[in-house]
């Protein structure tokens, strides 16, 4: 019996002094803070004909619209052990071709690019594998170059955009991770429209329902430099 009782007591040893150095595993890296990291990633749009209103057209050419394309660069500065302020910069590409009311086909090339700063907080679960809550709010500016038959049409408007994630890191070496996130972004204010038909230049004020927005989802993968 006094065996066994030992044995249980070694085993509590054991499994207490594993659960301690876990502990200190995960926060092996906030220890190490401040420090600096910058992000590179890519992803794609994940609503396609929904919640991207792009057209400069009004509201009823807005289901025309192929998923879009996104990259983006970030640098980080964490502190406090998990707290992180950074400069997110993102741009994102689509393209779009339906044809109006009055039969004239237009196609367009659109542009929008984003800068903001950024407020994460890291929720380490293992030595490796940490999860990262994200927000942020900036300017962003949208560019659509288009064609109707043969004339060009260029519209840009310039909007406040606010943007939340949720990414998964996985540490693959001591300054090098790999993860995947799942970006929300929404812009304001997309009523002020410059346009450029065959280069003369008007200026135009659209109502709410005819304003420029941007309202999507985005799916990617990113690298993460820590240095």
Known sequence: MKKINYLLVAALSVLCNSLQLQAQGITETSRKSPFFSAEVGMGMNLLKGYGQMLSPQGIYYRDN???????YVQMNYVFKSR???GLRYAAYATQGNYRLDNGMRMAENIQYQYVAPQYGYQ??????????LTAGAG???????????????KTISHMLGVNGGLSVDWRLAQG???????????SFFGDKLHNTVDGKATFEQVNRWNAIRIAQLD????VRFHL
């Open 65 to 71: 619209y192929n998923p879009a394309w996104s990259g």
């Open 83 to 85: 707290d992180m302020l």
């Open 123 to 132: 929720m380490p679960v293992s030595r490796r594998m940490t999860f990262l």
């Open 139 to 153: 300017y962003l500016n949208y560019r659509n170059d288009g064609l109707m038959e043969n004339r060009e049409v």
């Open 176 to 186: 090098f991770s790999l993860g995947c996130r799942l970006d929300a972004l929404y």
């Open 219 to 222: 799916f990617g993968i990113y």
